[in-house]
């Protein structure tokens, strides 16, 4: 866990900045620990971080262009040499991932120090910093797959957002009103950088979930437009993967590089409609197939970490659900060691 003691020293880093840059990962955990932070400081910028999860030399010119005076990363699994040696400020690093070793200039809070084992998303510690947007907060965590203690008041706040008993997160996730801004979230991350700093940027102005899921203002219109654009792209996709059969315990989905990336979305909804199935979203670029993967029977991690030996590619992340990048080349013989390690 992370402490109430440094619950308050991340509390306190907010209070003492000005001009605070936000990068944080471009999925609902991650928008939602930014949106949790800015409302409660109202200072500052975010930054969502496309692809890979990890911080780089380009990252750090971005830093440098915005000058802040302290620099904070959410849900970001690594940070490298080259982000390190060219960001002189403050770094403030929440994470969940697995635990890494830092940097200089870094105070780092994960969950993980404590308990190699615990699973708990940024989006519920960022909440635990400020305890305010309760809904935005689970928002994130059950894009994450995690139940947080919190619900309860959720429920009391927002009744028509879902309904007692909470005990089925996938249910919520495609039956209920927050499965909807779970999807909101993490759709309008999607499509060209511009549009999607605009709709982060309005969203940080919504007052409620009401306001949101019923387009009740111009700004909330302004969201449901490119979340309708990209909803529709999505669909026409999921309608291709579900023509798919399972390949025994494996499902596998791979489509052509497009404007809009959705693989992430469409592996937890393929994952949901294929239960104990290993689901594989794959989507192939520039002579790489970067997937999402889903499954829920063991542990996922040791499983790539093997599939991975002797392939050109990287992979990692949570019990069930990870990330992968592998040479297109390499690509069936990677699906190859997937099924000798099930």
Not at 134 to 141: L, M, Q, R, T
Not at 304 to 309: D, H
């Amino acid at each position: 866990m992370i402490t109430k003691k440094q619950q308050a020293q991340i509390k306190e880093e907010l209070n003492n900045c000005k001009k605070p840059l936000f990068l944080f990962h471009d999925d609902p955990d991650g928008l939602a620990s930014f949106l949790l932070l800015y409302r409660y400081k109202h200072e500052g910028k975010g930054i969502p971080v496309k692809a890979a999860p990890k911080l780089n030399l380009f990252f750090a010119q971005k830093v440098n262009e915005y000058q802040p005076d302290k620099v904070f990363v959410l849900d970001i699994a690594e940070i490298q040499d080259s982000f390190y040696n060219n960001v002189n400020v403050p770094i403030i690093w929440i994470d969940h991932h697995e635990v890494r070793d830092i940097g200089p200039k870094v105070k780092y809070y994960n969950p993980r120090i404590a308990d190699p084992n615990e699973y708990s998303p940024v989006s519920y510690w960022c909440y635990e910093v400020v305890k305010q947007d309760s809904w935005i907060a689970a928002v994130g965590c059950i894009g994450d797959n995690y139940n947080p203690s919190f619900m309860d008041i959720v429920c009391k706040k927002y009744p028509y957002l879902l309904e007692k008993p909470i005990d089925n997160l996938e249910k919520i996730k495609f039956h209920s009103p927050l499965g909807k801004l779970m999807d909101i979230f993490g759709s309008i991350l999607k499509g060209p950088t511009s549009q999607v700093l605009s709709c982060v940027k309005i969203l940080t102005r919504v007052s409620s979930p009401d306001e949101l899921l019923k387009g009740e203002t111009s700004r909330a219109r302004f969201i449901l437009k490119h979340y309708q654009k990209i909803r529709k792209a999505y669909d026409e996709l999921l309608e291709e993967a579900l023509k798919v059969k399972p390949e025994g315990k494996l499902f596998i989905f791979i489509y052509k590089s497009g404007k809009i990336s959705v693989t992430k979305n469409l592996a937890d909804e393929l994952a949901y409609r294929f239960p104990n199935k290993l689901v594989i979203v794959g989507r192939e670029k520039s002579g790489e197939v970067k997937m999402s993967l889903r499954y829920d029977v063991k542990p996922l991690p040791p499983i790539l970490e093997k599939a991975l030996v002797g392939i050109q590619g990287y992979g990692g992340g949570h019990e069930t659900a990870c990330g992968s990048c592998v040479a297109v080349e390499d690509f069936d013989r990677f699906i190859e060691n997937l099924k000798d390690q099930l």
